[in-house]
């Protein structure tokens, strides 16, 4: 016995939903992981790619620098050597964000960003922020506009460590008690904030003691 008319339409209606679905399914897994990206797109990748080549040879050429003996840090109202930075500050490991007034200022913010929330998580305390303003007044007026909890000691422009300031870019590292050594030099990109804070989340795993441990 013959299919009837309508029977047979919607025989062929299935098959050519099943092949549409076939098609548009091997058109996916052929691109899936290789979609088109325009050439503004790769301009900006490679440029992140090369800046984070440049940054991760000067962290390996500027490994464990000394930090200045003869550098002296300041709060708003007391100015400390470094044995007395030493004595008060350092009884622990310490994290050290480090910029300069004149550099990049939405590096420092993205770099703030991720502070914020890493301090939250560990406890304000654990981190120093060592900027170099060479008006106080500017200082004080980013201290108000920020609220920050950090304890936040302005030094010197090229005092802390001479040939990483050289370069005028943020950078993070670790200071321990007793060590004039900045271990785990970072220079932290805008553009990966992401990248940011996998650092800081591996220096503080290795180095800082957790409030609840």
Not at 41 to 62: G, P, W
Not at 98 to 103: E, L, N, T, V
Request: hydrophobic share 40%; proline share 7%.
């Amino acid at each position: 016995m013959l299919p009837s008319k309508k029977s047979l339409f919607y025989l062929l209606l299935i098959v050519a939903a099943i092949g549409v679905t076939v098609v548009n399914g091997a058109i996916y897994f052929n691109n899936k992981g290789s979609h088109p990206v325009g050439p503004d797109q790769q301009q900006a990748a490679a440029v992140v790619t090369d800046l984070e080549r440049k940054y991760n040879r000067l962290a390996i050429q500027h490994a464990d620098p000394v930090v200045e003996d003869a550098v002296t840090l300041s709060d708003t109202a007391t100015a400390y050597s470094l044995p007395a930075f030493f004595d008060r500050y350092i009884q622990s490991p310490r994290i050290i964000f480090r910029y300069s007034d004149i550099g990049c200022t939405p590096c420092v913010d993205s770099s703030l960003s991720v502070l914020r929330a890493i301090g939250d998580q560990i406890g304000h305390e654990q981190i120093l922020i060592v900027p170099s303003y060479e008006n106080r007044r500017n200082l004080l007026i980013w201290k108000r506009v920020n609220k920050f909890d950090f304890t936040i000691l302005n030094a010197p422009s090229g005092k802390v460590l001479p040939a990483v300031d050289a370069y005028n870019i943020p950078y993070f590292f670790v200071l321990t008690p007793k060590s004039m050594t900045a271990h785990q030099l970072f220079f932290p990109m805008k553009e990966n904030t992401s990248r940011t804070a996998d650092y800081l989340q591996a220096v503080v795993g290795r180095y800082i003691k957790q409030p609840n441990q």
